[in-house]
């Protein structure tokens, strides 16, 4: 499984330092990271309280409600783009928020939207999970000795589940990285502008120039690869615990 990025990265190593030395290799790293920062940040609030409620609602509720916030996991990403597309584009909400002077479609807020959107179910499901492991005995207590549901969320609940938080941050940050499908639908993929790290190697692999879509490949395995470390460490020094 490992065989076609071992070749990758092997060919791609050698022009690792020309794609650093590009300037629009350099827009696309800076503009990968500050947009998946951004969209983790974005996942990580919505998630946070949705995942809670989620995990303490009603079952019959609960399964309904799972099977309309997960449905986007189960489609392709370009799907995913069309319909963000269609939603924020003039057709949909996007007129509004136009008049209002916010635009996504071919803007850089149209990354943050599409990475938002594809991995916010994703975050939702570990936190709900890690919320439901967690249980409900240390909060039941903090609440009869006066702690509102509110306070009990922030200083109970959170506390016991921080390494999944910070797991879930660093996983739904590195699909960002790497998120295409949704991206160039909904934001296009022009030079220096909207051109993320995906978009890049489409953009290089288009023009034929292989050397510097391998290269720029190559550099999106290693960013990758040391996210899936940072990953495997804070797992590791939870199950410690």
Same mark, same amino acid.
């Given at each position: 499984m490992l065989i076609p990025l071992v070749l990758l990265v092997s060919r791609g190593i050698n022009s690792v330092m020309t794609c650093i030395k590009s300037e629009e290799i350099i827009f696309s790293i800076r503009l990968s990271l500050i947009t998946s920062s951004i969209s983790t940040l974005l996942c990580l609030i919505i998630s946070l309280p949705s995942a809670y409620c989620l995990a303490r609602l009603n079952k019959g509720y609960e399964? !309904?409600?799972?099977?309309?916030?997960?449905?986007?996991?189960?489609?392709?990403?370009?799907?995913?783009?069309?319909?963000?597309?269609?939603?924020?584009?003039?057709?949909?909400?996007?007129?509004?928020?136009?008049?209002?002077?916010?635009?996504?479609?071919?803007?850089?807020?149209? !990354?943050?939207?599409?990475?938002?959107?594809?991995?916010?179910?994703?975050?939702?499901? !570990?936190?709900?999970?890690?919320?439901?492991?967690?249980?409900?005995?240390?909060?039941?207590?903090?609440?009869?000795?006066?702690?509102?549901?509110?306070?009990?969320?922030?200083?109970?609940?959170?506390?016991?589940?921080?390494?999944?938080?910070?797991?879930?941050?660093? !996983?739904?940050?590195?699909?960002?990285?790497?998120?295409?499908?949704?991206?160039?639908?909904?934001?296009?993929?022009?030079?220096?502008?909207?051109?993320?790290?995906?978009?890049?190697?489409?953009l290089n692999m288009s023009t034929g120039d292989l050397d510097i879509a391998i290269g720029t490949a190559t550099i999106l395995i290693s960013i990758s690869l040391l996210s899936m470390l940072l990953f495997e460490i804070i797992e590791r020094k939870h199950s410690n615990y």
């Open positions: 399964k !309904i409600a799972s099977v309309l916030i997960f449905l986007p996991m189960s489609l392709p990403h370009l799907v995913s783009g069309i319909a963000l597309l269609l939603f924020l584009g003039n057709s949909g909400a996007g007129r509004i928020l136009s008049k209002l002077g916010i635009d996504f479609v071919f803007t850089k807020k149209g !990354i943050v939207a599409a990475q938002v959107f594809v991995n916010m179910p994703f975050m939702i499901k !570990i936190l709900k999970t890690a919320v439901e492991d967690s249980g409900s005995k240390m909060e039941f207590i903090s609440r009869t000795l006066g702690c509102s549901r509110f306070q009990s969320f922030i200083y109970v609940v959170i506390p016991q589940i921080k390494s999944s938080i910070l797991s879930s941050a660093v !996983i739904v940050w590195s699909r960002a990285l790497g998120e295409f499908g949704a991206v160039i639908m909904l934001a296009g993929t022009t030079r220096m502008k909207t051109e993320v790290l995906p978009t890049a190697i489409f």
